[in-house]
């Protein structure tokens, strides 16, 4: 299942050329319409790995209960996964509903730099273990254009003895968001034991080159899929 993507759209009004005149004389006076502002089409490809402050975002259900998503990931040292020292990430993600949490994942993100690649991660879902291993990996282009998409990666899950318990895929889209900003779309979409997993996380990426910030997050808690903004 597809998640839908955060979208902006820019409404311009019609611009209309107006002409007067009068009798005995004739005067007129045109103007241009205004041009239209543009959103942002293109934007240099932030390096990774990025360092995301925690940031909380909220949501409603068709119930109309409240809902809160909270996220942060941050580089964090050195370690070792699967034999390989690696730099590493501690990405932590906490749904609430009504306040109360109901589902927390926290994980070490395990990556090489010059050039930045994945190796995997490890960590809980509501206090449960699990490991992924990166299986293939495809690093963004040097500039993000709306309209393009592509694969980011593809993982295995494995528990603790190294049985494969389920698989992940990652993929990109970029969307229009404003003249400043585009959104990168980041869907994943997977398996673990036998539970969907589904998860599209939204980063406006500036113009300016400051830190991505996450925008949206739609998460799917127990069957149901919970848009977060």
Do not use: H
Not at 51 to 57: E, V
Not at 119 to 132: F, H, Y
Not at 146 to 174: F, K, R
């Amino acid at each position: 299942m597809r998640s839908k993507r955060l979208t902006t759209s820019l409404c311009l009004l019609p611009a209309f050329l107006l002409a007067a005149c009068g009798g005995g004389g004739g005067s007129s006076s045109n103007s241009a319409p205004p041009a239209p502002t543009q959103n942002l089409q293109s934007v240099a490809s932030p390096a990774q790995p990025w360092s995301i402050s925690s940031t909380t975002l909220t949501g409603t259900d068709s119930s109309g209960n409240s809902w809160t998503a909270t996220y942060s990931s941050a580089p964090s040292g050195s370690g070792t996964f699967n034999g390989q020292v690696a730099n590493t990430s501690t990405v932590s993600l906490t749904v609430s509903e009504n306040g109360a949490v109901v589902s927390t994942e926290d994980s070490t993100a395990y990556y090489l730099v010059s050039p930045y690649s994945p190796l995997g991660l490890s960590g809980t879902t509501n206090g449960v273990a699990w490991t992924a291993i990166v299986t293939s990996f495809t690093a963004f282009p040097s500039t993000l254009t709306v309209g393009s998409s592509g694969p980011v990666l593809a993982a295995n899950y494995e528990d603790s003895m190294g049985n494969v318990i389920g698989g992940l895929t990652e993929t990109y889209t970029v969307t229009a968001d404003s003249p400043t900003a585009l959104f990168l779309n980041i869907d994943a979409a997977g398996t673990i034991n036998g539970t969907q997993v589904t998860e599209t996380l939204t980063y406006a990426i500036a113009s300016d080159g400051s830190a991505p910030t996450l925008a949206q997050a739609q998460i799917t808690v127990n069957g149901t899929t919970l848009t977060f903004q």
